[in-house]
Nanobody, 119 residues
Framework: QVQLMESGGGLVQPGGSLRLSCAASGRIIRIAVMGWYRQAPGKERELVARIPSSGTTNYADSVKGRFTISRDYALNTVDLQMNSLKPEDTAVYYC?????????????WGQGTQVTVSS
């Protein structure tokens, strides 16, 4: 069984920074993609950033130039550095990883961490 453990959420003022971290553990043979999604109240979950095994990053237009995703392939972790935060970035952020456990590929989700941007 694979688990994703997130950390780093919290309350920050507009213009501030936060760093989210996510660690995958359990029976992991290979991780194809790791990424971050978010869901604001009343809205659908949306992609924030993702990084596949190739290392090519993808970002939502709303966060380009402000957020940076990074991945440690040896430790099975993915971080999201968030700078110049805006109130509209307020959401629950979820770590996501597409993992092969030796038997099948599974789309795994973390429990989510709250990010609140407010003065």
């Amino acid at each position: 069984q694979v688990q994703l453990m997130e950390s780093g959420g919290g309350l920050v003022q507009p213009g501030g920074s936060l760093r989210l971290s996510c660690a995958a553990s359990g029976r992991i043979i290979r991780i194809a993609v790791m990424g971050w999604y978010r869901q604001a109240p009343g809205k659908e979950r949306e992609l924030v950033a993702r990084i596949p095994s190739s290392g090519t990053t993808n970002y939502a237009d709303s966060v380009k130039g402000r957020f940076t995703i990074s991945r440690d392939y040896a430790l099975n972790t993915v971080d999201l550095q968030m700078n110049s935060l805006k109130p509209e970035d307020t959401a629950v952020y979820y770590c996501n990883a597409y993992i092969y456990d030796g038997t099948r590929w599974i789309d795994n989700w973390g429990q989510g961490t709250q990010v609140t941007v407010s003065s």
